[in-house]
């Protein structure tokens, strides 16, 4: 009699106790870090538009054969490097101190024209009369190396 009453209970209220545990509706990305959602329709729309679509990065250079014109990158770091060696945007590699050469060797366009490219988010051009050396994209700030050498260029107004 008893365990019926308690069958009885449990059935009339569904979705508790342990049956929603093991229903937790939760984003198994690794850099979501488990982040849930209320319902499956909400985690599905989740990870079509956060997962499912291939991000592409486009040049924006472009007359660049990768712009959005042409065929843009599908993975940020190969956009990155592409930057830098073909353009020659100072994005400076994490491991590797650039020398004097390499300094040399970057496009005055992208060094002395006011602007630099944030090399976390890689947002196009940030104006440093507008944004300082603070990205608006990510927050990210600007690499002591690079802002000093813009001042040495005089690349900034004063
Ligand atoms: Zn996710
Ligand atoms: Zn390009
Ligand atoms: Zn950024």
């Not at 319902?39 to 990768?66: E, F, G, I, N, V």
């Not at 945007?89 to 005055?108: I, K, M, T």
């Not at 060094?111 to 051009?125: D, E, P, Q």
Request: aromatic residues 6%; proline residues 4%; contains cysteine.
């Amino acid at each position: 009699m008893l365990v019926n009453l308690h069958q009885l209970a449990k059935s009339l209220a569904p979705g508790t106790d342990a049956s929603d545990s093991s229903r937790r509706l939760v984003c198994r990305v690794p850099e979501c870090n488990g982040k849930a959602f209320p319902r499956q329709a909400d985690l599905d729309r989740h990870t079509r538009m956060l997962h499912d679509a291939p991000k592409t990065y486009a040049c924006d250079y472009l007359k660049c054969s990768r712009s959005v014109n042409g065929t843009p990158f599908n993975r940020q770091d190969h956009f990155r490097d592409h930057l830098r060696d073909q353009h020659k945007e100072d994005l400076l590699r994490r491991s590797v101190r650039p020398d004097a050469d390499w300094w040399n060797s970057r496009s005055n366009r992208a060094v002395s024209n006011g602007w630099w490219r944030c090399s976390r988010c890689l947002m196009k051009r940030v104006v440093i009369d507008v944004d300082g050396y603070s990205c608006p994209g990510c927050g990210n700030t600007l690499e002591l190396e690079r802002q000093k050498y813009r001042e040495k260029l005089g690349s900034l107004r004063s």
